[in-house]
């Protein structure tokens, strides 16, 4: 079964609102910051705060990263014996059945997230109708079940 579609940037911002990782790493380099600041014994000063907060709220006021171009545009999907095979105007790439979590599914969108940090955004309107988004996404659940190890 093949797919051809669009990732538009509206997609993206779905999967980021989904996967919700951006947070918590500005979490990570706030805690970073504090953790080396007490271990070289300036934490007691008020400027440590100071500089603590002042990078708390450049983290929190950051907006997302802008989108490659490479990963928007028009791109086609075979859903095949081995796994998925991609192709896009920039890349042509083979994904196994293997390295693929399994799907995560959510009203608009179907996010497909593969070793190490990969993820394939199957937007649902796409599809022509209800039918045909029923059958995609069991075939990609049925041929994604089979590489996981508690299926074998």
């Keep these: 079964m093949t797919i051809t579609y669009s990732l538009n940037e509206a997609d ?3 999967w980021q609102e989904h996967s919700s990782l951006q947070p918590k790493l500005n979490l ?8 080396l600041g007490a271990a070289i014994g300036i934490w ?13 709220l450049v983290l929190a006021l950051q907006t997302g990263e802008k989108v490659p171009a490479e990963v928007l545009g028009v791109r086609s999907m075979s859903l095949e014996r081995e796994g998925l095979r991609i192709h896009s105007p920039r890349y042509r790439r083979l994904i196994f059945w293997e390295a693929c979590h399994p799907v995560e599914e959510t009203e608009t969108h179907l996010f497909l997230t593969f070793a190490p940090r990969g993820v394939i955004i199957i937007p649902r309107r796409i599809f022509e109708s209800a039918e ?4 995609f996404r069991h075939e990609l659940i049925h041929r994604n079940i089979w590489s996981l190890p508690q299926a074998a």
Aim: hydrophobic share 80%; glycine share 4%.
């Design 12 to 14: 993206i911002a779905a």
């Design 44 to 56: 007691h000063t008020p400027a440590f705060f100071f500089w603590v907060a002042v990078g708390a």
């Design 132 to 135: 045909a988004w029923s059958q």
């Design 28 to 35: 990570w380099w706030i805690m970073a910051a504090a953790v």
